[in-house]
């Protein structure tokens, strides 16, 4: 007759495989923007809301979903939206639609520009871009390189930008970026910046 303490002992083997550490049978999930590419969309909203805070949450929901629309009408389609990004004719089109909610819900307006001059060399494009922002100005900021990834900057001094980024980003250091060198992290095209500044009235344009 087996012993009654075999018995015993044999659900306490099994219930060592069980405690097999959870984190090596199941993979970190995707966290919401792990996969898409709707950084252009968010630069927009978040241009808005560095410059019209009172926006608020309920409005800037309504933003977003003006946004949204307004891709269709511009013939993106949802896979260009959310796969593979939107291009620069895009971003200048969602600004003009952000202009127009802010109107309406606001009465007031952003208004939009790029860099008057033509830009060859990076210390140019750095004191342009020093020159643009400040005084209730931003600007949405094309980068390509390391990835591809619309930003919104706010502040510069002589060796930083500084970011209100939806991906987390902060700074971007000078010595990491160029217009052109694949050697540096972070190349950006001076045609990819749009400056954006509250001001205007109802009749503001664009």
Known sequence: MPDRDDDVRRPISRARIL?????????????????????????VMNAVRFLCPELGRQRSIGLFQVL?????????????????????????????????????????????????????RFDDLWAALGEGLGDNQVAIIGLSGRYDHWTVAYRMTARTIRLFDSDSMKVLQRARCSLRDPRVPYQIDPDEIILIRRGGGVDSKI
């Open 19 to 43: 405690r097999m550490p959870v984190a090596e049978k199941i993979p970190a999930p995707f966290n919401q923007g792990d996969l898409d590419s709707l950084c252009g969309i968010y630069s």
């Open 68 to 120: 949204s629309e307004s891709l269709t009408t511009n013939r993106v389609t949802a896979h260009e939206t959310v796969g593979l990004g939107i291009e620069i004719p895009t971003v200048h089109a969602l600004v003009e639609t952000a202009c127009n909610y802010l109107r309406e819900v606001l009465e007031t307006s952003i208004i939009a520009a790029t860099l008057t001059s033509k830009i060859r």
